[in-house]
């Protein structure tokens, strides 16, 4: 397939922000992709190369891309400098300068083809060691060198890792289905298989090539990580064992890290719930669990708690945070602060997809499997249906040092990547008003005064909707920033800047600057309040009002966790509803029931 084509689709997903326009251009796309391509388009519509537990990814400098353009035209570099200065944006300049040195461009070139550019793509990520910025220039020079001017500037984009179309991969599932299975019905059955593998190439080229089968008959493979099953909550035992009908397992809720562990006799490798290899920075879960396992080859799923090595005691998570994305003094963390690794599900044996077997059962199976250690434990819990061994439990809970208690419905399947009421979570802090955090999407900031002045004021933050695939503003986030923070924030969202609301923000806000939708901060406000100045929710509590979050103060940034992964809106709906409840149940004047954010 000529690049070209892909180029052409790209110019018309640009120059919309409607998403039903946008997965329209996408079908046809994809039903003129041949199957040998479809993987190679997928991951360049989302400009990327690989499934991001690869952990390949393209970010070109652009100092080094501005070297392979200047080499490609024969064009100085502080012309392309000065240019880049008037754009902001590399694609455009280097689409400024084919377009302006068309006369000289060769006449016999090679037409480039999907292939040809991820594969050239794919060599620039792979680079490494010494000389590997010379040889990162050269191949770029090479692919601009047979480039059309607006290939050029998809090409630039795509290789700083700045393509940025708006299109996520929710979009791209509703595309395949239409283009492969006539609807977006399908989109369900899809989604599951990328749930299973976190790989969207790997899933359209198995839709490609064997329909819906062989998606339907879609298996967990060791090495492609599981989207992790999620929790909704409650505050009462009574709702929770009413939801799940009766009898639960109950477990300890650790605060730790959720780590997917892929055991093999080859390599142990552990996966965040984000899907990014954490296998370097904790060599000591690694030699922990192996030999702990006793079957050739399993998935399991847990949390991984950091120690006081003194006491034994349970620390909180923020201790182990600090390993997430950072390779260096690795040795110096384990032996400070050890972890232990406690394991709540089993997902896959020696070639059996556990996640279609009831939970009691992966249960009573990952108690054969792991054998445990001091460093390696399988997660308390009982299996119980009375409420006060339940709440004698969670206090237990409490006490050791874990959050509260995980209830699990006994007959559910593994539902990768959906947050559902077969898992509740009942944590300590939940009292009748909002004492439980939200995690929220940063989508903008507001300009600082005084002595805030050359930072923020204020950021917008967003819950998410995935029915829509959008993000809803909730509230302006001004307080809980120490000074620091506030000095690095500008530095922070530099990357993800851009002049008008992205796409799938949906805002009557008018913030000073916009961001993609990237950054997440767990958030804690004092309640959940109607407001006509927030999309979140809007009209679905009351006509003409969205729902707020009060007084929102914020608890700590939330780099384990997608933009996707934010607290979802329909969780603000019920959180607020729940909040009514109590209000009613404690009788208090129908006139305090009401609440609007205080300007
Ligand atoms: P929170 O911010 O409340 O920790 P979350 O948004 O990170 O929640 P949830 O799905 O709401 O994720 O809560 C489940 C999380 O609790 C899991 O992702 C996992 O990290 C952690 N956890 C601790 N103990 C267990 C357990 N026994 N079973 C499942 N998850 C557990």
């Known amino acids: 397939m000529l690049f070209r084509k892909l180029v052409e689709v790209f110019e018309s997903l640009e120059s919309t922000t409607k998403r039903l326009e946008m997965t329209d251009s996408l079908v046809m796309l994809f039903k003129e992709t041949p199957s040998s391509d479809i993987d190679k388009v997928v991951f360049l519509t989302l400009g990327e190369i690989y499934p991001p537990f690869i952990g390949l990814e393209l970010g070109l400098a652009e100092k080094l891309a501005v070297k392979a353009l200047s080499l490609a035209t024969g064009v100085k570099e502080e012309i392309i400098i000065e240019d880049l200065k008037k754009t902001g944006d590399l694609g455009q300049t280097g689409e400024n300068i084919f377009s302006n040195r068309k006369s000289r461009t060769l006449l016999f070139k090679e037409p480039l083809t999907v292939d040809k550019v991820y594969s050239t793509l794919e060599k620039i990520c792979k680079a490494t060691g010494k000389g590997a910025q010379e040889l990162k220039i050269k191949y770029l020079a090479g692919l601009l060198t047979n480039a059309e001017p607006k290939e050029v500037k998809y090409i630039l984009r795509i290789a700083q890792g700045r393509l940025r179309l708006g299109i996520a991969d929710m979009t791209i599932l509703d595309a395949l289905a239409i283009a492969f299975c006539g609807s977006k019905e399908y989109r369900e059955v899809i989604e599951r298989a990328y749930n299973l593998s976190s790989d969207i190439g790997l899933v359209a080229k198995t839709l490609t090539e064997g329909g819906i089968d062989a998606i339907k008959n879609f298996k967990v493979t060791i090495g492609k990580p599981i989207k992790p099953q999620l ?47 954490l296998t370097e920075q904790f060599p000591d879960v690694v030699e922990a669990l192996r030999g702990t ?307």
């Not at 300890?252 to 719930?273: C, M, N, T």
């Not at 004021?457 to 967003?462: I, K, N, S």
């Not at 809803?472 to 924030?489: H, I």
């Open 293 to 599: 396992v006793k079957v050739r080859e399993a998935i399991l799923d847990g949390e991984c708690v950091p120690v006081d090595p003194n006491t034994g005691e349970l620390l909180p998570f923020q201790v182990v945070a600090h390993r997430r994305g950072r390779k260096y003094d690795v040795e110096k963390m384990v032996e400070e602060v050890p972890v232990i690794y406690f394991a709540f599900d089993l997902l896959y044996i020696d070639g059996e997809d556990l996640t279609v077997k009831p939970y009691f059962e992966r249960r009573e199976r990952l108690k054969t499997v792991v054998e445990e250690t001091s460093k390696v434990k399988l997660a308390e819990y009982i299996v119980s249906k009375d409420t006060s061994e339940i709440e004698k439990f969670f206090h237990k809970a409490v006490q050791e040092g874990s959050e509260g208690l995980l209830c699990k419905s006994p007959n559910s399947l593994y539902e990768a990547g959906k947050r559902g009421w077969a898992w509740i979570k009942w944590k300590r802090s939940y009292r009748s008003e909002m004492t439980d955090t939200v995690d929220l999407t940063v989508i903008g900031a507001f300009a600082g005064k005084g002595k805030r002045a050359g930072t923020y004021g204020a950021l917008l933050m967003a819950a998410y909707n995935p029915e829509e695939d959008v993000f809803e503003t909730v509230c302006k986030l001004g307080s809980g920033f120490t000074d620091e923070d506030l000095a690095k924030l500008p530095e922070i969202f530099k990357p993800y800047l851009r002049g008008e609301p992205h796409p799938r923000v949906k805002t009557v806000m008018k913030a000073d600057y916009w961001f993609t939708p990237v950054v997440v901060l767990e958030v804690i406000g004092d309640e959940i309040t109607l407001s006509p100045m927030h999309t979140c929710g809007m009209g679905a509590v009351r006509p003409g009002s969205g729902l707020a979050v009060r007084f929102p103060r914020l608890v700590r940034f939330r780099d384990d966790k997608s933009p996707e992964d934010s607290t979802t809106v329909s969780e603000i709906i019920d959180m607020y509803k729940r909040q009514l409840k109590k209000i009613e149940q404690a009788q208090i004047p129908p006139e305090e029931k009401e609440w609007v954010e205080s300007p």
């Open 231 to 277: 929790a909704e909550r409650l505050s009462t035992i009574e709702e929770i064992l009413e939801k799940i009908g009766g009898e639960c397992y109950a477990e300890y809720k650790y605060d730790g890290l959720r780590i997917q562990a892929h055991v093999s006799p080859d390599e142990i490798i552990l996966f965040s719930r984000r899907q990014e290899n």
